[in-house]
């Protein structure tokens, strides 16, 4: 594949946009995440209190992902973006002036969800531009905007010495300001956008078996990787001490192996088929969590996280990679759902590693269950790639064999 064949094949404005938008939309989402060590430290929250305080924006997320779906297939991407962008100033604003308290923060965190949301508009809006042999690597470089996650778990916690935890949500304003100015000027719906269709007949992808397995991966790929995004900072300032800003760093080099190895999980998924590289990720996430349950030293910790975070953002793109072949038509109401089920257990993991650490003692209990999960989907995919075949999966087999004789 050619870099020149892809950007003639769709429309690179639109695919930058819905980059920016992702990425702007996904700093905002997990800044209760990215500032959790101080908001814990200022409220007295306990370790269960603090994972669901910072999952409690990425249930939002989910939530607002199944609405934000249908939107987008009903009205358009663009169009819903743009609502969007509007409705998370209002949450910004309140945390910046008026939140004070653990209830307050839990409405606020629900509400940053639409920033979470994003998802399903992002990748529709690109997805759609760009023919099948190039899905991958479009849905991995808009998929990309992963990487605000990186931003603010660098930036937040700085700024926060400087400026308090309130005062980094009223910064925020800029750059979504900035990008509600920019997205209308670069996005453009594609004229491959289907019409619109009567509410029931979106809802008719829910009794597909497939839109369920393919909830079941992207809950372990995304859920795993914006639940320990959203998570990690604590972790690390609890379990190895580290101080506040330190305790960032180290997240944002995990959190950043995860957002810029997406769009390499796309293009290899394209190169060799999305089924072949999950079941190869998922390998290696089970193998990885486990190892990052153990609580081995902290060099030990951090290279781990770091290869398991690449793991799941690479999947991240390979299931994306599948999604468009069995669901062309119904792109952004699928992108949705899986977008919530994704959602729904990146909620779940840092919840889970609050309790258990609670009932334990230990963190190690949250990450061993992480890796069961990742190995049960490896099993799964085992029994499932020839059904797929048979049904729709394309072989890419011949692919390589040309691109090697190339």
Request: hydrophobic share 50%.
């Amino acid at each position: 594949m050619h870099l020149r064949d892809f950007v003639r094949s769709g429309h690179p404005q639109t695919l930058f946009s819905a980059f920016l938008y992702f990425d702007i939309s996904f700093m905002v989402w997990v800044l209760i995440g990215a500032l959790g060590v101080y908001i814990a430290r200022d409220l007295g929250l306990s370790a269960s209190q603090k994972g669901v305080l910072v999952a409690i924006p990425i249930l939002g997320g989910s939530l607002f992902r199944i609405v934000m779906g249908l939107l987008t297939d009903r009205i358009g991407p663009k169009k819903t973006g743009i609502m969007a962008q509007l409705v998370v100033l209002l949450p910004l604003v309140w945390g910046w002036r008026f939140a004070h308290d653990l209830p307050q923060l839990m409405i606020l965190g629900l509400l940053l969800g639409v920033a979470g949301a994003s998802f399903a508009v992002a990748l529709p809006l690109a997805s759609r531009w760009y023919p099948p042999q190039h899905q991958g690597l479009a849905m991995g470089i808009a998929g990309a905007g992963n990487s605000g996650t990186v931003l603010a778990a660098l930036l937040a916690p700085r700024l926060a010495e400087v400026l308090g935890w309130h005062g980094v949500f009223g910064l925020a304003l800029i750059p979504v300001i900035l990008t509600c100015v920019v997205f209308p000027l670069l996005a453009k719906d594609s004229p491959a956008q289907p019409p619109a269709k009567p509410w029931s007949s979106y809802f008719s992808v829910l009794q597909e078996a497939d839109t369920w397995w393919f909830n079941g991966l992207y809950s372990v790929t995304f859920g795993g990787f914006v639940g320990l995004a959203s998570f990690l900072a604590i972790f690390y300032y609890d379990q190895y001490g580290l101080s506040k800003v330190m305790a960032g760093n180290f997240t944002a080099l995990c959190v950043f192996a995860g957002s810029m190895f997406r769009p390499l999980g796309g293009y290899l998924a394209d190169r060799f088929g999305g089924l072949r590289m999950l079941k190869l990720l998922f390998s290696a996430i089970s193998v990885l969590m486990v190892g990052v349950g153990l609580l081995p030293p902290l060099p030990l910790v951090t290279v781990l996280l770091f290869l398991g975070m690449s793991c799941l953002g690479m999947g991240n793109g390979a299931v994306f990679q599948l999604v468009p072949q069995r669901f062309r038509q119904e792109i952004g109401v699928v992108t949705g759902v899986v977008g919530a089920a994704g959602g729904l257990g990146g909620f779940l993991l840092p919840s889970f590693l609050g309790i258990f650490k609670d009932l334990t003692g230990s963190y190690g209990t949250g990450f061993f269950l992480l890796a069961g999960m990742a190995g049960y989907c490896l099993l799964a995919l085992r029994g499932l790639g020839r059904e797929w075949r048979g049904r729709w999966l394309q072989d890419f087999t011949p692919t390589v064999v040309q691109a090697q004789a190339d």
